[in-house]
Nanobody, 124 residues
Framework: DVQLVESGGGSVQAGGSLRLSCTPS????????MAWFRQAPGKEREGVAA????????HYADSVKGRFTISRDNVKQTRYLQMINLKVEDTATYYC??????????????????WGQGTQVTVS
């Protein structure tokens, strides 16, 4: 099993920045992916960024390309989602997830088995 601990949400004005963190513990392997999803009230959950554990391949949703970046601290095993130039429409609860993506690709949530507790991002 994998446990995920998230932190880093908050409130910021449009144009501001936030960094989310997610630290996995337990059994992970290089074929797994860590993805970041978000869900706003009344909307479906949306994958925004994902990175493969082993080779660092990344995927980003078009809505966040150029503004969101995944990075990692290999010593702490922590992954970060750096978000800049935040927009009001980025307001959502953000979740990190770990697993093996399905045929829909790493930004689709149907095969991610392990999920963080979620952290709120509010942009005004």
């Amino acid at each position: 099993d994998v446990q995920l601990v998230e932190s880093g949400g908050g409130s910021v004005q449009a144009g501001g920045s936030l960094r989310l963190s997610c630290t996995p513990s337990g059994s992970t392997d290089d074929a797994m992916w860590m993805a970041w999803f978000r869900q706003a009230p009344g909307k479906e959950r949306e994958g925004v960024a994902a990175e493969r554990f082993g080779r660092g391949v990344t995927h980003y949703a078009d809505s966040v390309k150029g503004r969101f970046t995944i990075s990692r601290d290999n010593v702490k095993q922590t992954r970060y989602l750096q978000m800049i130039n935040l927009k009001v429409e980025d307001t959502a609860t953000y979740y990190c997830a770990v697993g093996y993506p399905g045929i829909g690709g790493p930004l689709k949530d149907e095969r991610y088995k392990y999920w963080g507790q979620g952290t709120q991002v509010t942009v005004s």
